[in-house]
Structures are given as C-alpha cells and as structure tokens.
C-alpha cells in the first residue's frame, strides 16, 4: 500500500473528471519541509509558527524566526507558504507567563488577540516575513479573527512595520497577500464584511467545531460532541464557501478535517478547491481525490445536508469512501 500511495507523489491531486485540487501542507517546523516536496504538496497552506517559540526556551528574535521562513520558502521553491502569525495562548502555551491565569484560556487572551496587546512579539514576527518574502511566495495569515477591528489592525501594523523597514533600507516586500483565518463562528456570520479586506481566507475546522459546539477541543470528558462533521458546523463552512465564491475570494480548509479522506470529498462536494493537511496525509487524500468526480462529490454534499447528527454524516462518508476510493 506504500509502494502504491508514494507513486501518487508526483502526480497532481486532479478529480476523474479533471478538477484540479489544490493539496497543500501544514507544518509546525522547517525541516518537514523536506517531507512536503518527496510527497508533491503544491506549498505550505499553514505554517503554525508558534512551534518555533516554544521549542526554544528563549523568545525567538527577529533573526531566529526571519532564519526560520527563509528556510521553508527557500525551500519551496517557488510553491506558496502561508505563514500563520504566532496563536499563542490556550492549547500552545508559551514560556512567556500570562499575567494572570485565565478560567477560560480558548475564550481568553490568545492567538491575534494576544499579539495584538503585546507588539513586542509581534512585530518582530511580522518584520522577518516581510523581509523573508523577498525569498519566494510568502503570505501571512492572521488566526482567530473574531472583529472586523482585530484584522484592521493585525493590517496596518503590518503596514507600519513595511514602512519601517523601508526607512531603514532593509530588503523586504510589503506587497505580500494576507489572508485571515475563519474559526470562529461570529468571522463566518460577518464574513461579507471581512472578505473585501482580505485576499485569501482558510477555515480552521478544529477551531470552528470547537466555538460553534461549545466543546473544548481539548476535554476529553467532551470528547464524544467535538465532531467537525456536526451538521451545524457544516452550514458554517458551507455559508464561508458561498461567500468565498461571490467574491472570488480563494478559500482552503486547513483544519485536520480536511486530513481524513470521506470528509476531504464532502469539503470539495461543498465546492473548496484548496485543503491544506499534515503531511502524512498528503498522499492518503491525494488518493481519494482521483479516486472520485466533483458531481460524485455534489452527491455526497447534498445527502449529508439533509442529516441531522454527526455521526450520520461520517457512517455516511465511511459507506461512500469504501464505494468509491
Ligand atoms: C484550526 O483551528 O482548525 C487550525 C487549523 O488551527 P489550530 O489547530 O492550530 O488551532
Ligand atoms: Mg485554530
């Protein structure tokens, strides 16, 4: 089965039918980078670059994280790299303590909301993607988007920190996309509004289920409620896709929903073209993808729509997967 998924490298992820999708990965460090090219992903859809301040037990300086990018983009040659700005805080605890312990860290102060209140560790972020840009096709993302505010901001510090650099005569682009997170539900509600500031959106599945079920992603006595396939959680991407399309918006999925092949085809069923996952999924999704046409996966949107509970939807793709892959 090995030996028959890595022919799969390098070929692209295109339906029977000829659809192209875009297949991208998600890393945490720069040396998965290697793995990505040998598995033929189209770039880097989600670069969590928090990993790189907690790995070390010092904060990161701008040379350590502009050293860190430079790295993956280089090594891209070429292909996208959607670089995430740190989403410290709740599930990815720094060194860096908190002020004061939070009752509710995932309905606290982190991710964007947390670079935001301490530009210390953000800007020296943002200054090294921008001069890391000048290495190939950087973008940045901002996490947790929740008000049109948080992005406006998160937007022009970024253009402040553009400035800055050219000022100083440092090598950099400040004509890089940006692109927002959508992963909680009041982004997807708002979303008309938001989309004409951006350029690219990507919905993070393990958020979104975990702010429209009301279920810690990260309790276990909960476990069992924190689907990503709840039907409810379902109209939200699917409501994120309609209004990415009226736009001409381009929207991926890099949430791990997106790793797990039945409901990878119910995302393409509901029209997403670009899925970004960890890269030992690469090839096991690229599979089913040539495996199925888009009218295929139209049928298998629209049925799952029509249900009511989660665990009808993945009985459901389970039955469908073994059909057609
Ligand atoms: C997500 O929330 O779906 C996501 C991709 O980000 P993370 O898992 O890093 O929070
Ligand atoms: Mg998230």
Redesign the pocket.
Known sequence: LTARLSELANIPAETIDGVRIQLSANIEFPDETATCLQRGADGIG?Y?TEFLYLASSEEPSEEDHYEAYSRVVREMEGRPVVIRTL?LGADKMGHRPLAEQEHNPFLGLRSIRLSLRNLDLFRPQLRAILRAAVHGDIRVMF?LITTIGELRQARMLLNVVAQDLEESGIPHRSDIPVGM?V?VPAAVVMLDRFIGEVDFLSI?????AQYTLAVDRSNEYVADLYQSSDPAVLRLIRQSVEISDQHQTPISV???MSSNPGRALLLIGLGVRHLSVPPSALLRVKKAIRSVSIEQCQAIAARVMSLEAARDVDLYLLDRLSELV
């Open positions: 989600l969590r989403d996490p997170m992963e993070g599945t393990n958020d979104l890099c949430g791990e």
